[in-house]
C-alpha cells in the first residue's frame, strides 16, 4: 500500500511526561547549539492529557532540571504537600494510624506536590510547541518500521475502518511517520513497546516485569472536609482479606476536590478478586468514608502500572530508538512515584539522541545510553529500592514494608543482596475451585457505583463500527479453558465492564462478549489474563477516555 511518508530527526510516540520531556530537551538542546532539528510527538489521545491517569503526588526533581523556572512559566503545581497520613486498615471498621517515625522515608512528601498529572502534559506540550516541536494529537502509533534490523519510524492507524475490516466512506490510511531516531514512551504495558522489548530480546536476564491496577476517581467534597495538601495513604483491608496486595491514596488538591483510589497488585492469586469491587468498598470505611460522604464524584479512571522497578528494566536501547518512561518501567513503587522518574529516562534519552546526531549517526544503536543511565540519580533510586517490590510479593505489606523502613531510615542504604520476583503476574492465579468466593455489596449510587455508570464519566468513546481492537489468540479459549478453571477472571479484572460470559441466542451454551466500545486503555486484560491469550492493540486514534483534571 502507498501510504504518505513524513520525515523527522527525532519522532516520540506518546505525549506522557516522558515524551514529552524528551522532546523539550531536544529542542531546548538544538537551540543551545544553534542547531535545526525536526521533533515530532504523536499521542492517539484526542488530545494532550486525555489518557494521562496517575495518583498524584508529584516530586519536582526533573521538571527542576527541564525547566528551573517553571514557576515563573505558570506549572500547574499548585497544591504543596502539608501533611502525611498512613494508616493499618485492619478491617472494614477500624484503622490504626502509622506513627511517622515508623513510616519508611520514602512514603513521607515534603517539598511535593499534588497535581492533575493530565495537566502537567498539558502545560508541557505547550512548552515543547513553545520550543518548535510539532505535537499531533489523535494519532495512534498502530505499527513500527523496521528495516534491516532497525527501527525507522512508525505507522499510525488507519481510519475509518469498519469492524469486519472493509472500508467505510472517509477512509484515511495510515501514515508512515519516519526519523532517524524514535523514541517509545507510550505509558505502562504500551503495544508498541511491548513488541520492541521481545524482537530485540530487551529483557534478556532479567526478572519478569510486574504491574499494579490503578482505579482512581475525583471528587468534589464538603469544603468543612477539604485540607489543601492533605496526602493520606492506607494499607491492609480490603486486599489482604483476599492475601492480596496493594495499597489506597486519598490526596487532597485545590478547588475542594480530592483524588480517591486503589492500587491492586496484578500477581493476585484469587481469581474471584475483583479489583473494580474492592476500590468500591474501600470508600465504605469510616477513614475513607468521612472525607467522601456529602461529596460529589466527578471522575473516573483506570490505568495499569508498571512496577517491577529495577530488577525487571529492560535494556533500553535498541537500533533505531530507545524504550523511556514506564514503557520499560522506570517507576519507584516503593514513592508510589513515576513521574519524576519518567522525566528524568526522558530527559537522559533526549540528550543520548542529541550527542548521536550531532555526531552525523542515523538510526545506529545509541549504546551511551546506559552509561548516562548508569551515572544518573535516576539509576541509583532505582537500584536502592529494587527490593521494595519482590519483598511485598513474597512477606505481604507489613513484612515487606518493615525490610523497606530497615533499609530507608536505619541502614540508610538497600541491603547487600536483592530479592527476586520470577513468577510473571499472569501466572499466579490459582484454579477458582481452590479459592474462597468475594461478597461484593450492591452499589448505594452515593458513594460506591457501577462500572458502566463508571465509565460513562470517564468520557469514554470509540468509533463504534471500527475493529474490535482486544485481540484472543484462540477466540474459544475464554469459555473452553478459563472458564472452568478460574471463572473466566477477566468478567472481574477489567474495570470497565469489556468483559462478559452471556448466554448464546439460541441457548446452546454461553459465549465471551467483548464490549470494545466500553475499554478505558488501563491494560489489565493483556497483562493478567492467565492464559496471555488476549493482545491489546491500539483502537482509532482519539478513542478512549478523556480525562479531566486526572
Given at each position: 500500500m502507498e501510504r504518505e511518508s513524513m520525515e523527522f530527526d527525532v519522532l516520540i510516540v506518546g505525549g506522557g511526561p516522558a515524551g514529552l520531556s524528551a522532546a523539550c530537551r531536544v529542542m531546548q538542546l538544538a537551540q543551545e547549539a544553534g542547531e535545526e532539528l525536526t521533533v515530532c510527538v504523536v499521542e492517539k489521545g484526542s488530545e494532550i492529557g486525555a489518557h494521562i491517569l496517575a495518583g498524584t503526588v508529584f516530586e519536582p526533581t526533573a521538571l527542576n532540571e527541564l525547566f528551573p523556572d517553571w514557576k515563573e512559566k505558570g506549572a500547574p503545581l499548585n497544591t504543596p504537600v502539608t501533611r502525611d497520613d498512613i494508616f493499618l486498615l485492619k478491617n472494614q471498621e477500624n484503622a490504626t494510624r502509622i506513627p511517622n517515625a515508623f513510616v519508611p522515608k520514602n512514603m513521607h512528601n515534603h517539598g511535593n506536590y499534588i497535581i492533575s498529572l493530565g495537566n502537567l502534559c498539558r502545560w508541557l506540550a505547550e512548552q515543547a510547541e513553545g520550543l518548535g516541536v510539532e505535537v499531533y494529537p489523535g494519532f495512534a502509533a498502530a505499527e513500527t518500521i523496521v528495516e534491516d534490523g532497525q527501527v525507522k519510524g512508525i505507522i499510525t492507524g488507519d481510519m475509518g475502518v469498519a469492524r469486519d475490516g472493509s472500508e467505510k466512506d472517509g477512509y484515511m490510511p495510515g501514515m508512515e511517520l519516519r526519523a532517524k531516531y524514535t523514541l517509545f514512551t507510550e505509558g505502562c504495558r504500551g503495544h508498541l513497546g511491548k513488541r520492541l522489548i521481545n524482537d530485540f530480546k530487551l529483557d534478556e536476564g532479567k526478572d519478569p516485569q510486574h504491574y499494579g491496577i490503578g482505579i482512581k476517581e475525583l471528587w468534589d467534597i464538603d469544603?468543612?472536609?477539604?485540607?489543601?495538601?492533605?496526602?493520606?495513604?492506607?494499607?491492609?483491608?480490603?486486599?489482604?482479606?483476599?492475601?492480596?496486595?496493594?495499597?489506597?491514596?486519598?490526596?487532597?488538591?485545590?478547588?475542594?476536590?480530592?483524588?480517591?483510589?486503589?492500587?491492586?497488585?496484578?500477581?493476585?492469586?484469587?481469581?474471584?478478586?475483583?479489583?473494580?469491587?474492592?476500590?468500591?468498598?474501600?470508600?465504605?470505611?469510616?477513614?475513607?468514608?468521612?472525607?467522601?460522604?456529602?461529596?460529589?464524584?466527578?471522575?473516573?479512571?483506570?490505568?495499569?502500572?508498571?512496577?517491577?522497578?529495577?530488577?525487571?528494566?529492560?535494556?533500553?536501547?535498541?537500533?533505531?530508538?530507545?524504550?523511556?518512561?514506564?514503557?520499560?518501567?522506570?517507576?519507584?513503587?516503593?514513592?508510589?512515584?513515576?513521574?519524576?522518574?519518567?522525566?528524568?529516562?526522558?530527559?537522559?534519552?533526549?540528550?543520548?539522541?542529541?550527542?548521536?546526531?550531532?555526531?552525523?549517526?542515523?538510526?545506529?544503536?545509541?549504546?551511551?545510553?546506559?552509561?548516562?543511565?548508569?551515572?544518573?540519580?535516576?539509576?541509583?533510586?532505582?537500584?536502592?529500592?529494587?527490593?521494595?517490590?519482590?519483598?511485598?510479593?513474597?512477606?505481604?505489606?507489613?513484612?515487606?514494608?518493615?525490610?523497606?523502613?530497615?533499609?530507608?531510615?536505619?541502614?540508610?542504604?538497600?541491603?547487600?543482596?536483592?530479592?527476586?520476583?520470577?513468577?510473571?503476574?499472569?501466572?499466579?492465579?490459582?484454579?477458582?475451585?481452590?479459592?474462597?468466593?468475594?461478597?461484593?455489596?450492591?452499589?448505594?449510587?452515593?458513594?460506591?457505583?457501577?462500572?458502566?455508570?463508571?465509565?460513562?464519566?470517564?468520557?469514554?468513546?470509540?468509533?463504534?463500527?471500527?475493529?474490535?481492537?482486544?485481540?484472543?489468540?484462540?477466540?474459544?479459549?475464554p469459555i473452553r479453558d478459563n472458564l472452568p478453571k478460574y471463572d473466566e477472571p477477566a468478567q472481574r479484572y477489567c474495570p470497565a465492564g469489556v468483559y462478559e460470559v452471556v448466554e448464546k441466542d439460541d441457548g446452546s451454551g454461553k459465549r465471551f462478549q467483548i464490549n470494545a466500545q466500553n475499554c478505558v486503555h488501563c491494560k489489565t486484560c493483556d497483562i493478567?489474563?492467565?492464559?496471555?491469550?488476549?493482545?491489546?492493540?491500539?483502537?482509532?486514534?482519539?478513542?478512549?477516555?478523556?480525562?479531566?483534571n486526572m
Open positions: 469544603p468543612a472536609k477539604h485540607e489543601p495538601g492533605l496526602v493520606v495513604h492506607t494499607t491492609g483491608w480490603p486486599l489482604n482479606e483476599t492475601g492480596s496486595t496493594g495499597g489506597s491514596f486519598l490526596y487532597h488538591l485545590e478547588n475542594g476536590q480530592v483524588y480517591v483510589g486503589l492500587i491492586t497488585d496484578l500477581s493476585y492469586s484469587n481469581p474471584h478478586l475483583s479489583p473494580f469491587e474492592e476500590f468500591q468498598r474501600l470508600k465504605l470505611h469510616p477513614e475513607v468514608k468521612k472525607y467522601l460522604e456529602g461529596g460529589k464524584r466527578v471522575a473516573y479512571g483506570a490505568r495499569a502500572i508498571t512496577k517491577g522497578g529495577f530488577n525487571s528494566l529492560p535494556k533500553m536501547s535498541f537500533p533505531g530508538g530507545l524504550l523511556l518512561g514506564c514503557d520499560a518501567g522506570t517507576l519507584n513503587f516503593s514513592k508510589i512515584k513515576g513521574s519524576h522518574t519518567a522525566m528524568k529516562s526522558g530527559l537522559l534519552g533526549a540528550d543520548a539522541v542529541f550527542e548521536a546526531l550531532k555526531e552525523g549517526r542515523n538510526g545506529e544503536e545509541i549504546t551511551s545510553f546506559q552509561k548516562r543511565y548508569e551515572d544518573s540519580w535516576l539509576y541509583k533510586e532505582l537500584y536502592a529500592e529494587r527490593n521494595f517490590g519482590p519483598a511485598m510479593h513474597k512477606f505481604g505489606n507489613v513484612i515487606g514494608g518493615a525490610i523497606a523502613f530497615f533499609e530507608q531510615n536505619i541502614l540508610h542504604r538497600s541491603l547487600p543482596f536483592t530479592f527476586h520476583d520470577t513468577t510473571p503476574d499472569y501466572a499466579t492465579m490459582k484454579p477458582a475451585s481452590e479459592c474462597k468466593k468475594v461478597s461484593y455489596p450492591k452499589p448505594d449510587n452515593t458513594l460506591t457505583f457501577d462500572r458502566l455508570s463508571s465509565v460513562f464519566i470517564s468520557n469514554t468513546n470509540h468509533e463504534e463500527d471500527q475493529p474490535v481492537h482486544l485481540k484472543l489468540t484462540d477466540p474459544e479459549l493478567k489474563d492467565p492464559a496471555q491469550n488476549i493482545t491489546w492493540v491500539t483502537p482509532e486514534g482519539g478513542g478512549g477516555p478523556n480525562y479531566p
